[in-house]
């Protein structure tokens, strides 16, 4: 194995070949939301629900060293950012590197793309000298890949995962097109595991976990999700039960029955 490949070992199980990612991003976008005001806090409450990898900030990921428990988890540095203030919320750029990720302990880098903008051309740009820097040093990649043409089109989101491929990711997330017969259709064009995201805050748990469900036996290779879990009033109970249903230990409707009855899960 190469640096790379030991690295994407500890990001996706290489026994499920699937992964559970919690994205704690937000912050730089929408300020302290709700679930991320203690971000140390949060990420306990994750490591104990076992998710496989956490995606942050660099500020956040130098703050893990000063909480020896945290270090039990995984994380990728985020490197994209943009603000909800900014007049264009869409334009991601890059504020940080490769270099400075592996000497903040990260196991792994992402960056956002958001394609169908007036600024995609300067963010394909940065994905590529990203990607460049990441074959150098050895780290993994995941790319945030979306269209802002239309969305739910699975058509696009082929497109958007493909361009992940094809510019050197070794994850690609993109958004769930609303069947599992779209996903497959996403999955069908890469040969990179496909994760999917969370999408907004809903307020049917159960609905998450089918839409979960349905994309793991389309083909994916796992969820990336951010406030569907820690904006959740148990985080480390809805970590756990995604964990689970993504590897296979434990079915949909046990996870759904695990929701209105969690003082008999273990």
């Known amino acids: 194995m190469n640096g790379k490949e030991l690295r994407l070992a500890r990001l996706i199980s290489p026994q499920t070949k699937k992964t559970c990612i919690v994205a704690i991003d937000h912050g730089t976008t929408f300020g302290p939301i709700k679930g991320l005001e203690n971000v140390p806090k ?6 104990r629900g076992k998710a ?30 943009s603000t909800a203030l900014s007049r264009d919320k869409n334009s991601k750029v ?55 043409k239309n969305g739910q089109s699975t058509k696009e989101i082929a497109h958007a995962a493909r361009l992940g ?61 951010g406030r569907n879990i820690f904006q959740h009033k148990e985080p480390e109970l809805i970590t756990k039960l995604i964990s689970d249903l993504v590897h296979g230990k434990l079915k949909l409707q046990e996870c759904q029955d695990m929701l209105e009855k969690p003082q008999y899960y273990n």
């Open 52 to 81: 496989d990898i956490i995606i942050l900030h660099k500020g956040l990921l130098r703050m893990v060293c000063e909480y020896p428990d945290l270090a039990k988890g995984r994380f990728i540095m985020h490197l994209s950012v």
């Open 42 to 47: 949060i990420i306990t409450q994750l490591v």
């Open 165 to 225: 491929q094809e510019l050197g990711a070794d994850i690609v997330k993109v958004s769930y097109p609303g069947t599992g017969a779209g996903i497959a259709k996403v999955v069908e064009g890469v040969q990179i595991p496909v994760v999917i995201a969370g999408g907004p805050k809903s307020d049917n748990p159960a609905s998450v976990l089918k839409m979960i469900d349905d994309a793991i036996k389309a083909g994916a290779a796992g969820v990336s999700m």
């Open 94 to 148: 890059v504020v940080s590197s490769v270099e400075e990720a592996i000497s903040l302990g990260a196991d792994g880098v992402s960056v956002h793309v958001n394609i169908g903008t007036d600024s995609d051309p300067a963010m394909i740009k940065d994905f590529g000298r990203v990607s460049e820097e990441c074959l150098k040093y050895g780290m993994p990649l995941l790319s945030m890949m979306y269209s802002q």
